[in-house]
C-alpha cells in the first residue's frame, strides 16, 4: 500500500537561483532510514521552464502526468520510498532511498519510457544518515514556521474566510525562565502587540508561556511580516514560538 505521507512545499535558492522544494515531512517519522540506506535521484531536464530555471504554467500538466506516472514505478513492491523534489535551473530533480541500488538506473529506464518526450538523469549513492534528506529537502526552522502559517490560512480559507478583514490574532511563545518570557513581552510590546499571558505558568513542564495579540489581517502575503517578528523575538530572548490562532470572519452574502 502506497503511503500518503504529509507534503508540502516552499521556495529557496539553491547554487544561488530561484527553486522550489517539494517533500514528505513525514518520512523520516514513518520510514526507518536503516532500511533504505541509498539516496537515488532522477534529473529531469524540462522542456519549458520559465526564464529563471522554475517551472512553467505551459509545462504544469506534463510534468504533473510525469510524476504521477513515473513515481509509482520506481516505487514499487517498497522497493524505494519518494522523499521530494527539487526544481530549478530548468531541471526537476527526484530524491528517493532504495534498500539497494544496484538496479536502479535500468528501473529509471523502464519507467521513463512512460515519459519519453523529457532527457533525463539519475544515479544513486549510499546515505545512511539521509543527508540529502535532512540537509538539503528539509526546510530549517524559520522556513517551517512560514510554512505553518501558510497552512494556517489554507484552513482559514477552507472554512470560508477571505482574509481580508482585521481581527485578533493570538501568539504563543514558550520560555526557560520567567525573566526571559518578561523581555520577550517587553519587546513584543515594543512592536505593537498586547500581553494576554493568563496569571499561570506551566510548572509541569518547567517552562513559562506568553500570549500576545494584536488586530490583524492573516493574508497570505502578510502573515509571515506578522508572525516572523515574534518568531525571532522569542528564539533571542531564548524560547520558542508555538504558533497562532485567531477567528474565522465570514463576510455577509
Not at 41 to 51: A, K, N, S, T
Not at 224 to 253: F, M, T
Amino acid at each position: 500500500m502506497a503511503r500518503e505521507g504529509r507534503w508540502n512545499f516552499y521556495a529557496l535558492r539553491v547554487d544561488d537561483q530561484p527553486a522550489s522544494i517539494y517533500l514528505d515531512l513525514s518520512l523520516a517519522d514513518e520510514v526507518q532510514a536503516d532500511e533504505y540506506p541509498v539516496m537515488a535521484w532522477l534529473r529531469v531536464e524540462m522542456r519549458e521552464p520559465r526564464e529563471d530555471g522554475l517551472s512553467s504554467q505551459q509545462e504544469f500538466d506534463a510534468l504533473v502526468a510525469l510524476e504521477d506516472r513515473v513515481v509509482p514505478l520506481l516505487t514499487a513492491a517498497g522497493r524505494a520510498v519518494y522523499a521530494g523534489r527539487n526544481t530549478s535551473s530548468g531541471c526537476r530533480d527526484f530524491y528517493f532511498y532504495l534498500a539497494q541500488g544496484e538496479a536502479w538506473d535500468e528501473q529509471v529506464e523502464q519507467a521513463m519510457r512512460a515519459a519519453s518526450e523529457y532527457r533525463y538523469q539519475s544515479g544513486h549513492r549510499p546515505d545512511p544518515t539521509w543527508s540529502t534528506y535532512h540537509e538539503f529537502l528539509y526546510p530549517d526552522p524559520r522556513t517551517r514556521e512560514s510554512m505553518e502559517n501558510r497552512d494556517v490560512c489554507a484552513v482559514l480559507e477552507d472554512r470560508g474566510d477571505e482574509l481580508r478583514q482585521p481581527r485578533d490574532i493570538d501568539h504563543w511563545a514558550y520560555f526557560p525562565s520567567p525573566d526571559a518570557r518578561d523581555e520577550f513581552l517587553r519587546k513584543a510590546a515594543a512592536i505593537g502587540f498586547e500581553n494576554r499571558t493568563p496569571n499561570r505558568d506551566d510548572d509541569e513542564e518547567q517552562e513559562w508561556g506568553a500570549q500576545v495579540f494584536r488586530r490583524d489581517v492573516p493574508a497570505y502575503g502578510a502573515i509571515d511580516d506578522i508572525c516572523l517578528p515574534l518568531y525571532d523575538l522569542a528564539h533571542e530572548c531564548g524560547g520558542r514560538y508555538d504558533g497562532w490562532e485567531c477567528e474565522v470572519v465570514i463576510q455577509p452574502s
